[in-house]
């Protein structure tokens, strides 16, 4: 088994684990009422799109989500929350520099000592969660089922819909499919985005994420017999059918939307190892991305 698989695996425990710093992770991030940016890069960045409109929708204040290499300091934030595995990527702590005094600075990373903490007015460290694998997985799931308990949300078919996730067929041949859509929508189009990032890292797939009723305004018109079409969470079922229409394979499932997300990972394995591909050497991409 490949590092990519195991660390696939391995997410079910590594979030029974997680949820128990439920209460320091509540301090960290939910801050009621205090104005909050949540910024990242790659998966890290879809991590925060998803965890901005988790802590919105339940209430604790208002809450945006930015790319940190395009972070600039024209909003006021009581709080901004840097999600980064490494510690290390240039954009994150170029954009933390950034961050106007007296703003208080919360990171959410899984190794000790990096230069991230000496940017931080708060770590919280899940080294528990890290990963020797460049393609991210149990690191970005265990952040966002950590805030979704944080937020109050109950969590207890959590760890079994992951076991499940991992026991189950997958929806699909991998040699059957060329082209890939994940759908979601609320927090859930972040894990759409996420989905279909895992795909272009480990299998160089053709992969594209949107919220769910954009779908039907433009990028349907590409979705042919070898396309899948892959929803999270609660997507209108109307969109199967605009789906079957274009002679493409709708997807869904039951499951809380991580574990669906767990089953996307595991898609996204088969797929490389279909095309000859090594998920744990992903081209061109290293585990962080440290610019001269």
Not at 47 to 53: D, G, I, N
Not at 93 to 118: F, K, M, S
Not at 156 to 183: C, K, N, W
Not at 263 to 291: C, K
């Amino acid at each position: 088994m490949n590092d990519t698989a195991r660390e696939i695996a391995s997410q079910p425990a590594v979030w029974s684990r997680g949820l128990e710093l439920a209460g320091e992770t509540r301090a960290a991030l939910a801050a009621p009422g205090q104005r909050t940016l949540v910024l990242g890069c790659g998966t890290s960045w879809f991590v925060a799109q998803s965890l901005a409109e988790l802590r919105e929708a339940a209430g604790l204040g208002e809450t945006d989500a930015v790319c940190a290499s395009e972070y600039v300091p024209r909003r006021r934030y009581d709080r901004v929350v840097a999600v980064t595995r490494s510690g290390t990527s240039t954009e994150v702590l170029e954009a933390l520099r950034l961050v106007p005094a007296g703003t208080h600075r919360v990171a959410i990373t899984a190794v000790d000592g990096e230069p991230v903490d000496d940017l931080s007015d708060t770590r919280l460290l899940l080294d528990f969660a890290d990963e020797r694998s460049v393609v991210q997985t149990r690191f970005p799931t265990t952040v966002l089922a950590l805030a979704r308990a944080a937020f109050g949300a109950d969590l207890g078919h959590l760890v079994a819909d992951g076991e499940a996730a991992l026991a189950a067929e997958l929806p699909a041949d991998p040699s059957t499919i060329e082209h890939l859509v994940f759908l979601g929508t609320g927090w859930t189009v972040g894990l759409a985005h996420e989905a279909a990032l895992k795909a272009r890292e480990a299998a160089q797939a053709w992969s594209e994420s949107y919220p769910a009723r954009d779908y039907r305004h433009g990028p349907v018109a590409v979705a042919g017999p070898r396309s899948l079409v892959w929803s999270f969470g609660d997507v209108p079922e109307s969109l199967d059918e605009a789906v079957r229409d274009a002679g493409a394979r709708p997807y869904r499932d039951a499951r809380d939307p991580l574990a669906q997300l767990v089953l996307a990972q595991r898609f996204a394995v088969a797929l490389a190892e279909h095309r000859g591909l090594n998920p744990d050497q992903p081209r061109l991409l290293t585990r962080s991305v440290i610019l001269a």
